[in-house]
């Protein structure tokens, strides 16, 4: 895997009245080209600074960062990535187009037709002459994509790209963003919207109080899904027959319902059931989502941290 970022024992320390913090606490990270990484934790965990450092926009106090092979800082990466912050400020009163005509002209960009055709691609392709003051919230968060994707960056930073928006504007950012790895782009994502993260990202991972918790593929930390088999007309004596490993049996109005790791096939179940004459209703499969692996992750990492002290 070629590497888009490349972290090695990064450190950023704050200076508070009770000490230094480390809200970067020695990280380590590594993003391919072409991955749509999900950078995942809670308030204040080290995520927008973790993206400062990497955008030259903050130094660090200790480690390696290198982005698209060259140190961070080294101004001859500008002109290959793109930045959308947490909180975009543009000026109220200049028009979308107008905004996009300014960040093209610090990449000294003069191609009408192209801005054109990124309001089209962010579905503004109508409002470009509006100003920001009379742009929703989902607009200027369109608009701040469109800015993004002037210079054709092959490395994007996208900080909370659909926080606060409806669920049809979560769908059209997150089309957006898939467009982009069909085009090869590499994006780094920060985000609290973890569906959206599920559906986008190939690679995550969970930061907690400035240290890397948990890392991997969507996949690979997803495993562990588990079937739910409902079935009807079963004698209860059934249930003590079922002694397959890690599963439940409950009996619910009559009902008999298995829970049972996904790792196991549920057919000689279904077939005991079958045989006591019973019906099966249904055989969900219910998938571990990532927002249990994040509540879990954090909630283990911070017992851990009672019990043992921070180190
Ligand atoms: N300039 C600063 N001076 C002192 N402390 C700071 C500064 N900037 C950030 N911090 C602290 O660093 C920690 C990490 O902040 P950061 O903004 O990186 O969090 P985050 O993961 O992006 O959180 P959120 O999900 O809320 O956006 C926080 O405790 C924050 O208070
Ligand atoms: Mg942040």
């Known amino acids: 895997m070629e590497a888009a970022i490349e972290i090695k024992q990064l450190v950023k320390t704050y200076k ?7 809200v970067v606490d020695h990280i380590d990270l590594e993003v391919g080209k072409g991955e749509i990484f999900g950078f995942l934790g809670p308030n204040g965990a080290g995520k927008t600074t973790t993206i400062k450092i990497l955008l030259g926009i903050i130094y660090a106090d200790g480690g390696d ?130 569906s959206d993260v599920e559906r986008i990202c190939d690679r995550v991972a969970i930061i907690n109080k400035g240290r890397i918790a948990s890392q991997g593929r969507l996949e690979d930390l997803l495993k562990g899904g588990r079937y739910e088999i409902t079935a009807s007309g ?5 249930a003590k027959s079922i002694q397959e490993p890690d599963t439940l049996v409950s009996f619910k109005d009559g009902r008999l319902i298995v829970d049972m790791p996904d790792t196991t096939s549920p057919n000689a179940v279904i077939e005991g059931i079958l045989a006591a004459k019973g019906s099966v209703i249904s055989v969900i499969p219910r998938r571990k989502r990532l927002e249990d692996l994040f509540v879990e992750t954090v909630r283990q990492k911070n017992e851990e941290e009672k019990a043992g002290g921070r180190k």
């Open 16 to 22: 508070s009245k009770i000490g230094d913090i480390n």
């Open 65 to 194: 960062a290198r982005v698209l092979g060259r140190e961070v800082g080294d101004m001859a990466i500008h002109k290959k990535i793109a930045y959308l912050p947490e909180k975009p400020y543009y000026y109220e009163h200049m028009t979308g187009i107008e905004i996009l005509r300014f960040y093209a002209s610090l990449f000294k960009i003069k191609d009408e037709a192209k801005l054109k055709g990124l309001l089209e691609r962010v579905n503004l392709a109508n409002d470009g002459h509006k100003t920001i003051s009379q742009y929703s919230k989902g607009m200027q968060q369109r608009i701040g994509l469109a800015q993004s994707l002037i210079n054709d960056p092959e490395l994007l930073f996208l900080d909370e790209p659909t926080g606060g928006l409806d669920p049809i504007a979560h769908i059209e950012i997150r089309d957006l963003i898939l467009n982009m790895r069909e085009e090869g782009k590499t994006v780094f994502i920060s985000s609290h919207e973890l």
């Open 234 to 238: 079963v004698p209860e004596g059934l």
